[in-house]
């Protein structure tokens, strides 16, 4: 398995809506990442998990919420987002932070806030 | 702080040779990537560069200029296929941080 699963593929929230996005690898990879891609933007890195340890946070706000249970799976707990939060999420995943194997992306959810 | 740039759009003909540059400020620099991304998909990895150089991979070739802060992806043989975005990405060893660059949206014409 070289893949890296996200689910759902797309999903539409109010704004008082919780919600959760998964990201599932089973490639043994020790290191997992979430980033957020805007239409026509690079992707913009949020958080790192390093040996299911939150390693780096840029400065996300509290409503988006991670969370690694274990080494395959990777959560993005959601709540109270606004509208300008709709983008695309992208899961990606490395053997380990610091590696120069790049890192295997999922297909992303796109997130659309009402 | 990162600072990537790359042209925004380029447009080549079928069967040509194509060249997208990447220039990059960057502190703890450790390794530059080059991903591919069609439209609503995952970016793909390509190549990476650490020392430099020129890599070559069939028909993509990655070059790095560490003192000049500078890199290119050479893609051979265009295909139509390869109409994609094309994203340089840092890697910072201090943080182990990929950060993008703008993309490069190519556009292969027959």
């Known amino acids: 398995d070289t893949e890296v699963t996200q689910t759902p593929k797309h999903l539409v929230m109010g704004m008082t809506n919780k919600k959760s996005l998964k990201c599932e690898q089973h490639m043994g990879h020790r290191a997992m990442y979430w980033y957020k891609q805007k239409a026509k933007k690079p992707p913009e890195l949020m958080f790192v998990y390093s040996y299911e340890k939150l390693s780096i946070n840029e400065s996300v706000p509290s409503r988006f919420s991670p969370e690694c249970p274990n080494s395959s799976l990777l959560n993005l707990h959601l709540h109270a987002l606004q509208p300008e939060d709709s983008a695309l999420y992208l899961c990606a995943s490395s053997p380990g932070q610091g590696t120069s194997y790049g890192y295997t992306f999922g297909s992303g959810t796109r997130l659309t806030v009402v | 702080g990162q600072n990537i740039d790359q042209p925004t759009e380029m447009t080549a003909t079928e069967g040509a040779i194509v060249q997208i540059n990447c220039t990059y400020q960057t502190s703890g620099f450790n390794g530059l990537f080059w991903y591919q991304q069609h439209a609503g998909e995952a970016p793909t990895f390509l190549s990476y560069?650490?020392?430099?150089g020129l890599e070559e991979k069939g028909r993509f070739s990655s070059f790095l200029s560490r003192s000049k802060g500078y890199s290119y992806l050479l893609l051979k043989e265009l295909q139509m296929k390869d109409s994609a975005s094309y994203l340089c990405?840092?890697?910072?060893?201090?943080?182990?941080?990929?950060?993008f660059g703008t993309g490069t949206q190519l556009k292969v014409e027959l």
């Open positions: 560069n650490v020392l430099d």
């Open positions: 990405a840092t890697f910072t060893g201090g943080g182990n941080k990929l950060t």
